[in-house]
């Protein structure tokens, strides 16, 4: 058998949380900047909060991996709403 000793990683260890940590910083970013090059800072930044208040609502769902993309179309959503007003 190959078995690593307790306490020690294999040399294909990645931890699941920094990936999900990197793709939600991936999304978020891409989501900011689009919306700072079509809205300017401000908008950015609102949507920035926006995405992240998304993201405390999925949270509360606790369980599987949160769905990135449909998290930033809600958060684009509210930002359509605000702009269009």
Known sequence: ???TA???RSEN???VCSDVTST????LGSFFTAVKQLYGPE????????WLQEL?????FA????NWRQLTINAAKRLA????H
């Open 1 to 3: 058998m190959n078995q």
């Open 6 to 8: 307790f306490g020690e």
């Open 13 to 15: 260890y990645k931890p």
């Open 24 to 27: 939600a910083e991936r999304e």
């Open 43 to 50: 908008q950015a930044e609102i949507a920035a909060s926006d």
């Open 56 to 60: 405390q609502a999925m949270s509360d």
């Open 63 to 66: 369980g599987a991996t949160p």
């Open 81 to 84: 709403l605000r702009v269009n």
